[in-house]
């Protein structure tokens, strides 16, 4: 029984390489934050140490020492954090004594299970002198051994690397997919699970962490107040909002990316009820405000305000001047009334 949700295809190669017995001694794993690639990994580290006929069973002592962290074959190498420091969280990798370690366990035979799976979580943080050392661990496969390594994207992971895994994609549910997982296996009540379906673009475990951390909530609900407030001010409060993306950027580029990609998300939104589509929209629980909002502009102002936060957002990632996109950005919101 296969805990993770959808991901069918990535599913029924694993099934079918593990009754073939064809498993590959390295798979590498790619798809956005919480789309579910640490639950696969768990999944596939069940099946291969499973004792039931029909693997993973997930009831079996294995199964759940695994499930729980305390199988001693399995083992999870991901970030260590130096610190809190804005200094300790930039220079943050998986560092060569991490995978020296995985190196020597590697060689031993299994302690309790059938199969040692290491599951190197984040692996485009590995250092490129940890990623060296990986590399002669999976050009010289032993034994019993499966490593599994989780990324959001190969082309961060050096080539070498890349073509020694085998590569499976897990790619976002859809928003349905996620609000029937969320109301039928979690319970979750149908309007929250509605709208944390819409909010985790198809990745379940962001909706999960949300329906138990009302913290992301409420934080998402600040920035679009944020946002709002900024339409609606004057150049003067628009450039002081500027200047704190600015500073936040100099911390986290991560952060104002996601503070772009809500801004999106709210203009798309706009473009989908001025097209009579608010069916489809995102931020169910503003649909009022994006109906109110929505009168105050015409769909080619929508439109190409879109264009620019989708270039401002290219032009952060290469290294554009922060201050000058934003500013470029601020000055683009056109100039509907709403309130
Ligand atoms: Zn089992």
Known sequence: MWQVVGQTRAVSLLERSLDK??????????????????????????????????????????????????????????????????????????????????????????FEGKYKVFIIDEAEFLSSE???????????????????????????????????????????????????????RWGIEQPKAKLLARLSRG?????????????????????????????????EGRFAYVAQLVTLFHKSRGLVQEILDLWLEWWRD????KVGCSDRITNVDFEAVLLKMTKGYSLAQIRSFLDSIREAGEQLRQNANPRLVLEVLMLSIPGGKYG
């Open 130 to 184: 940890a990623a060296n050392c990986l590399l002669k661990t999976l050009e010289e496969p032993v034994g019993k051994v499966v490593f599994i390594l989780l990324s959001t994207s190969d082309r961060l992971l050096p080539a070498t690397v890349v073509s020694r895994c085998q590569w499976l994609e897990l790619a976002p549910l859809g928003a349905d997919e996620v609000e029937t997982a969320l109301c039928g």
């Open 203 to 235: 990745c379940l475990g962001w909706a999960l962490l949300a329906a138990s951390d009302d913290a992301l909530l409420q934080q998402r609900t600040e920035k679009l107040d944020e946002l709002l407030n900024v339409i609606n001010t004057d150049y």
């Open 21 to 110: 017995e064809t498993l590959a001694h390295a798979y590498l794993f790619v798809g956005p934050h919480h789309v579910g690639k640490m639950t696969l990994a768990l999944n596939l580290a069940q099946a291969l140490n499973c004792e039931a006929a029909e693997r993973p069973c997930g009831v079996c002592a294995s199964c759940q020492k695994i499930a729980s962290a305390k199988h001693a074959d399995v083992q999870i190498i991901s970030l260590i954090h130096n610190g809190d420091s804005a200094e300790a969280r930039s220079r943050v990798e998986i560092g060569i004594d991490q995978i020296r370690e995985l190196q020597h366990s590697s060689n031993l035979p299994p």
């Open 270 to 273: 706009l473009m989908l009820v």
